[in-house]
């Protein structure tokens, strides 16, 4: 088992900055890759960034050149950098880790963006 916590969350204005963690605990030694995902009222959860074991980090398109995905081996914690944010990046952020068998998810952290 894996269990995540995440922080960093809360409301900031139209261009501005919040930094995410997300610290794993359990079987760590499993863990495969590790990302974020945002669920925003009324849509589907959808996929913002992730990185691998190996430090290769991917962005969805809507993020791209305003986030930084980075991955702390040493405190099995990641972190997403959000910069230049938008109104619509309003959502729940939940962390994920991947080993070879299953996702765990964290419980979520709220980010607001106001105009």
């Known amino acids: 088992q894996v269990q995540l916590a995440e922080s960093g969350g809360g409301f900031v204005q139209a261009g501005g900055s919040l930094r995410l963690s997300c610290g794993a605990s359990?079987?760590?030694?499993?863990?495969?890759?590790m990302g974020w995902h945002r669920q925003a009222p009324g849509k589907q959860r959808e996929f913002v960034a992730f990185?691998?074991?190996?430090?290769?980090?991917t962005y969805a398109d809507s993020v791209k050149g305003r986030f930084t995905h980075s991955r702390d081996g040493a405190k099995n914690t990641v972190y997403l950098q959000m910069n230049s944010l938008k109104r619509e990046d309003t959502a729940v952020y939940y962390c994920?880790?991947?080993?070879?068998?299953?996702?765990?998810w964290g419980q979520g952290t709220q980010v607001t963006v106001s105009s």
């Open positions: 994920a880790a991947q080993t070879m068998t299953n996702t765990y």
């Open positions: 990185v691998t074991s190996s430090a290769a980090t």
């Open positions: 359990g079987s760590i030694s499993n863990i495969g890759a």
